[in-house]
């Protein structure tokens, strides 16, 4: 089985508060191992901070987050922190069955990152993997870590454009990842208990609006387009069940104290 044997759908624009985006990818996972379509989608988040799987709670500034309106969950997936600005961010999502995907983990982002990097492409940046491993700055938040030439993509001034991460859950790969379409560097910044300097976040953070003169609305429509054309995906939607268990997945797991607040 190949991706090309698959049936996709493309789901987007759009937004849930950081529980149900989550959840959605997990019953997106369950759907398409149990014979249902795969998904590609693009979304945003309302303001919103995610951990990474392994991330101390304590680097978080909660009473900054809570004063700001910053929601905050934590993904299944490692590396450390993300600000998901409504406005600067655009996150994408792949889900597909195991078996129609390289096991080699390297192989499956050099697959997974093709449409993104061609959506970089149309909208006229030069962007790429990094080249080589670079140092972090800032352990806790993901746009300051080390940068790994598996997953991270830069623009052509060497900055981060976007991070890409997996996981496999249910005999399903999901992957996600953030574009910067924007930055807001002392609002990221301050999410972070240890206050990372944002000049330093200026200088290992790129965004496309920095790189080419583009509307958000042009980013969004090219990165669904050539999600869509990359797996011949028909738009779609979730079904009111996948909704249903989604929401009480957001409730039970994404939003509790249990998931979001537990120590590494």
């Known amino acids: ?102 096991g080699d983990l390297m192989a499956c982002y050099e697959l997974f990152c093709e449409p993104i990097l061609e959506a970089f492409e149309r909208i006229g940046v030069d962007a790429d993997f990094v080249e080589a491993d670079r140092d972090a700055i800032h352990q806790p938040a993901c746009y300051l870590r080390a940068l790994h030439p598996a997953h991270d993509v830069v623009g052509p001034d060497g900055r981060k454009l976007a991070g890409n991460a997996q996981y496999r859950q249910k005999d399903a790969v999901i992957q996600h990842g953030s574009l910067s379409v924007s930055t807001r560097p002392e609002r990221h910044c301050d999410c972070f208990a240890g206050k990372p300097d944002s000049e330093a976040f200026r200088e290992r953070v790129g965004a496309i609006d920095e790189y080419v003169d583009v509307d958000r609305e042009t980013v969004v429509e090219t990165l669904r387009a050539t999600l869509a054309e990359w797996v011949d995906a028909e738009a779609g939607g979730w079904t009111d069940d996948e909704l249903s268990r989604a929401r009480e997945r957001a409730n039970s797991k994404y939003a509790s104290d249990e998931w979001v607040r537990r120590s590494p």
């Open 1 to 102: 089985m190949t991706l090309a044997d698959l049936e996709w759908r493309v789901v987007g624009e759009e937004s849930h508060d950081g529980p149900l985006t989550m959840a959605l990818e997990e019953i997106a996972a369950e759907t398409a191992a149990e014979g249902g379509p795969a998904t590609v989608r693009v979304y945003t988040w309302p303001d919103t901070l995610s951990l990474g799987y392994r991330q101390d709670p304590d680097s978080v500034d909660w009473a900054f987050c809570e004063r700001e309106g910053i929601g905050v969950t934590r993904r299944p997936t490692g590396g450390g922190a993300i600000y998901h600005d409504h406005y600067a961010d655009l996150s994408y999502g792949i889900v597909a069955p195991a078996d129609a995907v390289p």
